[in-house]
């Protein structure tokens, strides 16, 4: 594991496409600065520098994307979906089109590698492409009461105008499983981007307003002060709908706020997923889900696998062939040839991590490869597998959000399950085996809104990504997705051959 310097991405393209990103905030169809005149920086990750400075929004900038919003909601609803379907697939075509700037954007702010940005691109393009096919399938249906009386008209409507909330992790494919829902449902929404990643959504805006979409109907204000920017619109009865990623500590604020109005939420919070490895699993197989659980964005995912619970009999082989692949995982700037991994976030982030590591280590744990950051500019942690994980320890009780994967051991299915549902959280949770029977009962014992079986990752446009306990509230993406979206309406008609 070496910081490199072959960059496969010349300063020119970086400088081209960073001029190319709008620096304002988009209301009403508009870039425009903030009304107080204020900017904030966004930082490379990996270096440090300043790449862009965006315009700051305060809560008068709020107010007036909200109102920009409710003002186009009328309107908007009454576009015919197949419309709003052409835009989404417009914009699917234009992102990916783009994919190359999307991906490099998300490196520089973000700091993932390029191929994981590649990656990034395909996936968020996804829910565009999903959601212009959703869009003229929100049916209602028309039935006759079971008296034989009167005649039930159920109808899907718009919500009405939206919040949307997003994180720093995956900068694109956030913003669109929220926006692509929003606009097959006929919602208007004011986009709130996460304050270290925000370039991708000023870029992916503007895909949005190429693709079609009516001033008012998406805006966009990228702040430096979420709370109080955005919390006089969550306590604004013009909103309809709160949809927020992030953490559960801020998911948790933003419910009680929400309760003010009786506000609809959608929450995707927090994650602590268990990886468990029975005796009878493919371990090669385990190992190769294990490096996408575990490394797929630097571990930074709420899907991240965070606590590997291993049969007692193939913990040490899983151990080390686990490790052997982590020595090949690269640290390096995203843009370069070689890197495999990125850095972290910011500083706060990477030590984070070293504490978590600190406190197992300090608790018996012992680090089979890595357990430190990384030497040099940028915040990277090398990756980690820590064995012999107690519990009760910190860093299997908190996200870890890094490289790190501590391994704990079991010996029967009771207690795999036991170990595994013990979190506060509940989005994801792994399971190899090579026993049908036992991977259906993991699926009915563990708490989770969501199992990869046999498989490192689950995301995926078509399918209802969401969790349970206090990993939120609702699903994004799949049948469900537009729902969080509609409302539903029954309309009672009187019998048709009454008098
Ligand atoms: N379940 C999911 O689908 C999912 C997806 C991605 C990330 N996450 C979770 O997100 C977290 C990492 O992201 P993060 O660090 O950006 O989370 P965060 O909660 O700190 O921030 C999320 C968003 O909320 C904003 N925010 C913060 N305080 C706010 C406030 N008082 N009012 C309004 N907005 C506020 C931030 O600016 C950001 O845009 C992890 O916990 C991760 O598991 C969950
Ligand atoms: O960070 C959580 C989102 C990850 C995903 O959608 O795959």
Redesign the pocket.
């Known amino acids: 594991m070496t910081v490199t310097a072959q960059p496969i991405v010349t300063a020119e393209r970086e400088g081209a496409l960073l001029a190319s990103v709008p620096t304002g905030l988009l209301i009403d169809g508009q870039w425009r600065p903030a009304a107080s005149g204020k900017t904030f920086d966004v930082e490379d990750p990996a270096t440090g520098r300043v790449l862009l400075s965006l315009a700051d929004a305060g809560p008068e900038d709020g107010a007036a994307a909200l109102d920009a919003a409710a003002a186009a909601q009328e309107s908007w609803a009454k576009v015919p979906s197949r419309e709003r379907g052409e835009i989404l697939r417009r914009a699917f075509e234009l992102v990916t089109a783009r994919a190359e700037d999307f991906a490099l954007l998300m490196t520089l702010e973000m700091g993932k590698p390029l191929a994981e940005a590649r990656g990034e691109v395909t996936y968020g393009a996804e829910f565009l492409r999903w959601f212009s096919e959703e869009a003229v399938r929100a049916f209602g249906r028309y039935s006759v009461s079971p008296d034989g009386k009167s005649r039930l008209l159920v109808t899907k409507k718009p919500v009405g105008p939206c919040l949307l ?6 900068p694109l494919a ?1 913003a669109t499983r929220k926006v692509s829902p929003a606009v097959a449902a006929g919602c208007t929404m004011v986009l ?4 270290l990643t925000p370039l991708t959504s000023q870029l992916f805006a503007a895909v949005m307003m190429e693709a079609g979409l009516p001033a008012g109907v998406l805006n966009l204000i990228p702040t430096s002060t ?2 109080a920017t ?2 006089p619109l969550i306590k604004d009865s013009r909103l309809r709908k709160l949809s ?8 948790r ?2 419910l009680a706020d929400a309760s003010e109005t009786v506000l609809r939420t959608s929450m ?4 602590n997923a268990p990886f468990v490895v029975f005796e009878d699993a493919d371990i090669d197989a385990a190992v190769a889900g294990a490096m996408l659980a575990k490394l797929r964005n630097m571990g930074e ?2 899907t991240a696998a965070n606590r590997f619970i291993v049969h007692e009999s193939l913990a040490d082989e899983f151990a080390e062939k686990f490790a052997a692949k982590m020595a090949d995982m690269t640290t390096a700037r995203g843009t370069e040839a070689e890197s495999k991994v990125g850095p972290l976030i910011d500083a706060k982030s990477r030590d984070k991590v070293h504490e978590l590591v600190t406190d197992a280590v300090a608790a018996g744990a012992v680090a089979v490869i890595g357990g430190a950051a990384v030497d040099g500019p940028g915040y990277f942690y090398q990756p980690t597998i820590l064995k012999g994980v107690t519990e009760g320890t910190r860093i299997l009780s908190e ?1 870890i ?1 890094g490289p790190v994967a501590p391994i704990i051991t079991f010996d029967t299915e009771d207690e795999a399950v036991r170990l595994a549902n013990n979190t506060e959280y509940g ?1 994801v949770a792994y399971v190899f085996t090579r026993d049908l029977n036992r991977g259906i009962r993991m699926g009915e014992r563990l708490e989770t809104g969501m199992l990869g079986l046999n498989a490192g990752v689950v995301s995926n446009a078509a399918a209802p ?1 969401g ?1 349970v306990k206090q ?2 509230l609702g699903r ?1 993406g799949g049948l469900e997705g537009i729902e969080e979206y509609l409302y539903t309406q029954y309309i009672g008609i009187a019998d048709p051959y009454a008098g």
């Not at 909330?165 to 995956?170: A, G, L, R, S, V």
């Not at 927020?244 to 998911?251: A, D």
């Open positions: 909330i997003t994180p720093w992790n995956f956030m709130k981007s996460a304050n979420a709370g955005t919390g927020f990623t992030g953490s559960t500590e801020v998911g604020r933003l995707e919070l927090g994650g995912a709420c996200e959000f989005l990504f969790g990993s939120g994004e």
